[in-house]
Antibody, heavy 118, light 109 residues
């Protein structure tokens, strides 16, 4: 059974940093592109970043470029998101999601809440 | 920032058919990228509903159907049921990355 479990969310002050993790199980992690997708309270879904299985392809939404860094450790079946220079508008539930064979998300984690506030 | 436009809400009585539109552009849907749909029940993570414009994953009822034409797509729910009350999002791709729709809340009257 495919499982994605996020962790690392919490309350952080503006300008601060946070590192999110996503533990994957039930599939060959290194074979799949992984994404971070976020959802601000009461708002819609927003793509944040993706990383290919081999880490050769990485991309970011303009809203986080230069502040967030995506990475993965295939030996540990884990995905990460290092978030720096956090702003109030980064407040959201952050989901990790697996990309199926066609640029769609076939599995999602339960999400972890990040709150940026003083 | 959402680049695919959906109606904020649609509603229907049990048993009725409702449709949700998803309008894109020549840089995403119109560029040939497929459209996918997700259902998000309150307080839960999104769930894949339709992939590749019109394909249903295992376990998704055939009441749900999708189509794509030109720069837009649509999701139809026939035989509307109370448990279909949720938020629905379309999703596609562009050269700058993945793109989502603005989301549509479906209310069962």
């Amino acid at each position: 059974e495919v499982q994605l479990v996020e962790s690392g969310g919490g309350l952080v002050q503006p300008g601060g940093s946070l590192r999110l993790s996503c533990a994957a199980s039930g599939f060959t992690f290194s074979s799949y592109t992984m994404n971070w997708v976020r959802q601000a309270p009461g708002k819609g879904l927003e793509w944040v970043s993706y990383i290919s299985g081999s880490t050769s392809n990485i991309n970011y939404a303009d809203s986080v470029k230069g502040r967030f860094t995506i990475s993965r450790d295939n030996a540990k079946n884990s995905l990460y998101l290092q978030m720096n220079s956090l702003r109030a508008e980064d407040t959201a539930v952050y989901y990790c999601a697996r990309v199926g064979s066609g640029w769609f998300y076939d599995y999602w984690g339960q999400g972890t809440l990040v709150t940026v506030s003083s | 920032q959402s680049v695919l436009t959906q109606p904020p809400s649609v509603s229907g009585a049990p048993g009725q058919r409702v449709t949700i539109s998803c309008a894109g552009s020549s840089s995403n849907i119109g560029a040939g990228y497929d459209v996918h749909w997700y259902q998000q029940l309150p307080g839960t993570a999104p769930k894949l509903l339709i992939y590749g414009n019109s394909n249903r994953p295992s376990g998704v009822p055939d009441r749900f159907s999708g189509s794509k034409s030109g720069t837009s797509a649509s999701l139809a729910i026939s035989g509307l049921q109370a448990e279909d009350e949720a938020d629905y999002y379309c999703q596609s791709y562009s050269l700058s990355g993945y793109v989502f729709g603005t989301g549509t809340k479906v209310t069962v009257l």
